[in-house]
């Protein structure tokens, strides 16, 4: 049985972008471990259970009635109820001034191996998208070496929507150098970001639009020899250059899922560019 491990924003993360890949993973047996930054149970952003929702830069609905119910059901159910706490499982790094520095590192990166022997259990990571992501998982420098391990182990590492930013900023410590240099992705393009109204679940904030184009973020560092794919007037973008696989935004989330199953049922390698 393959068996994957799901990362949820406790700020909210969109619905369908969980149940389009989660119903791929269901339908072949697979199973699906929940993980959040701080262990807190995750709920779906409100407008991804509003059927009917108008996306202002799309000028279209993008949440339909199938979807609304599922990620309603998902959100109401237990699934999701006791996710793993990241910030227990893997070592934060430690300052650079803090005391006895030395040891203290090289106490991180012991952890931080250990921890990655116990990737070993996993299939796939499946980091889900929505504006969430942005405050709790994208500068997570934990889930940065989640990912790290997932490369290490030379597993499928899945990112959707703005969740695909933690690709550009999971770097090692020494060379800081992108994971993503001389790959393919797609993410959020400029033209599809908000002018307004991006918000978090559990919070007032309204930040207007998203606090940095992540267009311009994976176009910088794909290279050099990679490429950032848009899809600007495509229903769907969705790139595979593996170990990545991209999603940009909802309407990827079902062939997200599908792809995933290629890579780990058939070895696909390459698909969307």
Not at 178 to 204: C, M, P, Q, R
Request: charged share 25%.
């Amino acid at each position: 049985m393959k068996k994957i491990l799901v990362v949820l924003s406790e700020y909210g993360f969109w619905g369908e972008e969980l149940v389009g890949p989660l119903e791929a993973f269901d339908a072949h047996g697979y199973e699906t471990v929940f993980m959040t930054p701080n262990g807190k149970r995750p709920h779906a952003l409100p407008p991804s259970m509003e059927v009917g929702y108008f996306d202002p830069p799309l000028r279209k609905v993008v949440t339909d009635e199938y979807y609304a119910q599922r990620t309603r059901e998902i959100d109401e159910s237990d699934r999701l109820a006791q996710p793993i706490n990241l910030c227990t499982w893997f070592p934060e790094r430690p300052y650079f001034s803090s005391d006895e520095f030395a040891h203290g590192l090289e106490e991180y990166y012991n952890k931080r191996q250990q921890c990655w022997k116990e990737l070993e259990q996993y299939d796939a990571l499946l980091m889900v998208g929505g504006s969430g992501p942005i405050v709790d998982m994208v500068n997570n420098q934990r889930l940065h070496d989640v990912i790290l391990g997932f490369r290490a182990l030379n597993k499928l590492i899945i990112a959707e929507c703005y969740a695909v930013t933690c690709l550009a900023f999971a770097r090692e410590w020494e060379d800081r150098k992108s994971i993503i240099a001389g790959k393919h992705v797609t993410g959020h393009a400029l033209e599809y970001d908000y002018k307004d109204g991006t918000g978090f679940l559990n919070t007032d904030l309204n930040m207007g639009p998203p606090p940095y184009p992540l267009e311009f973020i994976l176009r910088d560092a794909t290279q050099p020899g990679g490429q950032y794919h848009g899809g600007v007037g495509r229903t769907r973008s969705t790139v595979l250059d593996f170990p990545y696989l991209t999603g940009r935004s909802t309407q990827d989330s079902k062939l997200v899922g599908e792809l995933a199953v290629q890579v780990l049922e058939q070895g696909l390698q390459r698909y969307g560019w």
